[in-house]
């Protein structure tokens, strides 16, 4: 078989979500498996000393005019939530919770999550509204707050941050075949080619 495309992604980015739409059919295109990692960037961003898009000068308003430009490009829909950029641990631990019984759900999930921020102006952040989010999903609402809240799941999404750091994850999306990388959602282009190619040497 040949390797998995490993998705890093943070549940804050809009990068990301363009990137989530599209990465699995990507994938089953050249059959491989894609393998859904969400990762915190503010944990990279104390490596890197980077900062969120939005407060950073000129960048910021950039940022924002390309949000709704690519969201259009790759038909995707969206809107900027009024509250941007959050925290993401909430739904990265539900989502690694239940990725540990069922990884296709999880995927789902995590779609839902990424629309329910960046379609419905849920702020997932709150740990609240994302059980919510997951209950409306299908999911057990106490059993989502008790994993958000366990100490078990806290240390899984830790260990998956600083593996992904570990890989080099510094941005979102960060897409690894193998071990070779791409950051962006304007890789997935360049993506199919390696995939279609099988690479190439440089």
Do not use: H
């Not at 980015?13 to 990507?26: E, M, R, V």
């Not at 939005?54 to 009024?82: C, H, Q, W």
């Not at 057990?140 to 570990?166: G, M, P, Q, S």
């Not at 950051?183 to 360049?190: I, N, S, V, Y």
């Amino acid at each position: 078989m040949p390797a998995p495309i490993d998705f890093y992604f943070d549940f804050s980015s809009p990068y990301g979500y363009f990137a989530s739409t599209k990465i699995d059919a990507l994938g089953a295109k050249y059959g491989r498996e894609v393998v859904w990692r969400p990762f915190l960037l503010g944990a990279a961003m104390k490596i890197t000393g980077g900062a969120p898009l939005p407060g950073v000068p000129l960048k910021g308003d950039y940022a924002r005019r390309d949000f709704a430009r690519s969201a259009k490009y790759y038909g995707v829909e969206y809107r900027l939530p009024s509250t941007f950029p959050i925290s993401s641990q909430a739904p990265a631990r539900a989502f690694y919770w239940l990725n540990r019984q069922d990884p296709r759900q999880a995927k789902a999930l995590a779609a839902a999550l990424y629309r329910a921020y960046f379609v419905d102006d849920i702020n997932i952040s709150n740990p609240e509204d994302t059980v919510a989010v997951c209950a409306r999903f299908g999911l057990k609402a106490e059993e989502v707050r008790a994993a958000i809240n366990d100490a078990a799941i806290k240390e899984l999404v830790k260990t998956e941050v600083d593996r992904a750091i570990a890989r080099g994850a510094f941005g979102s999306p960060y897409i690894m075949i193998g071990e070779e990388a791409f950051w962006g959602a304007d890789r997935l282009e360049q993506i199919e080619k390696w995939l279609a190619s099988g690479g190439w040497t440089y």
